[in-house]
Structures are given as C-alpha cells and as structure tokens.
C-alpha cells in the first residue's frame, strides 16, 4: 500500500525519540533525499564527527581550507558503524510510514535487508559490501519517493553479481592432522 506523498511536514514526533539528529536529517530521510553514505549522522556514538574535519583553519597563516570528505570506506570502516545508523534510518522510516499508511509489514522489510547485509558480510570482502549497500540504498530512495518500500527487503541480484561476485572472501578451513596427530599448518582454499 503506498502511502500519501510528500510524507507530512510535522516531524517533531519523530525529532524528539532522535534528539541527536539535526531535523533537516530526519526531513531528508523522510523525503528520501538523504544519501546512503550520509546515514553516519544517525549514530549518536559519531554525532561529534559529523563535520569530519572539512574545514581546517590555520592560525598561523589565517588560512582556511577546505578538505575532501572521507571516502565510504572511511565512514564506514566495518559492519557495525553502517548497521548502527541504518537501523535509526529504518525506524525513523517506520515511524513515517506506519503513521502514513504503509502496510505493517514495512519492518520486515528493513528486517530483511539487515539480515541480508550481515549474511553477506560474511561472504565478501567489506568494501564490497558497503558499494553492494550504496548502490542498493540509492535504488531503494528512488523506489521509496514513489512510495514503494518492498524493495528492501528483495535481494538485487544485479548488483551482488557486479559488486559481490568477484569479491568473496577467502575461506580459511580449521586445522589439518596427519595419521600421526602432527598438526599441518592452516590452508587458504579459495572459493
């Protein structure tokens, strides 16, 4: 069931359980225009960090400069520090949708997603995953400003072939021993 848009412009329910969120964040969320890369300014444990050091100022020479964001990767260094503010931008989807007419199912499909990223972080190399989760994320925005929220919870094929596929992880197999109990060492079997 697709839901009425543009969402609502009275977002202060969803602004006070995300005291730390900026409400321009949390309108752009519910717009659907927030890019996947910029969820870190969900997590409140990274809320200081949410100017990364664009600008630096020198006071020696009265300089200011400005630097190049982080690459994702940075932003992003592992599994936790994407599913973390992932998880804050789904309930505050949630909170919008259910409250707009989404059907109840709508957490199961962020509960799909998230389970999927965890399954194939296991699988693949990470930087993987996070370009496999970013190219996922901007088709799931664009799904979501007409308001279908399926999407998150189908696995896209296309892209785990392009992103996934060729970057599997390298499978380490417990230790090996001979008829004489002598311990070989560790082998390396790729997939």
């Given at each position: 069931m697709a839901s009425k848009y543009p969402p609502s412009q009275d977002l202060q329910p969803i602004a006070a359980l995300f005291p730390h969120v900026d409400?321009?964040?949390?309108?752009?969320i519910v717009r659907h225009e927030l890019p996947?890369?910029?969820?870190?300014?969900?997590?409140?444990?990274?809320?200081?960090?949410?100017?990364?050091?664009?600008?630096?100022?020198?006071m020696?020479?009265?300089?200011?400069?400005?630097?190049?964001?982080?690459?994702?990767?940075?932003?992003?260094?592992?599994?936790?520090?994407?599913?973390?503010?992932?998880?804050?931008y789904f309930s505050v989807l949630?909170?919008?949708?259910?409250s707009h007419g989404q059907s109840a199912l709508l957490p199961c499909h962020f509960f799909r997603y998230s389970s999927h990223l965890v399954k194939i972080a296991a699988q693949y190399e990470w930087s993987a995953v996070?370009?496999?989760?970013l190219a996922a994320f901007a088709r799931r925005a664009k799904e979501m400003r007409k308001g279908d929220f399926a999407g998150w919870g189908r696995v896209d094929m296309d892209l785990m072939?392009?992103?996934?596929?060729?970057?599997?992880?390298?499978?380490?197999?417990?230790?090996?021993?001979?008829s004489s109990s002598a311990c070989q060492s560790w082998e390396l079997i790729y997939s």
């Open positions: 409400p321009d964040v949390i309108a752009a996947g890369v910029e969820i870190y300014k969900l997590d409140s444990r990274r809320i200081l960090e949410s100017t990364w050091n664009l600008v630096e100022v020198s020696e020479d009265s300089t200011v400069s400005l630097r190049a964001a982080p690459f994702a990767i940075e932003t992003y260094p592992t599994l936790d520090s994407l599913l973390v503010p992932l998880n804050a949630c909170m919008q949708g259910l996070l370009s496999y989760h072939e392009e992103f996934l596929v060729p970057n599997q992880k390298r499978r380490l197999y417990g230790t090996v021993f001979s």
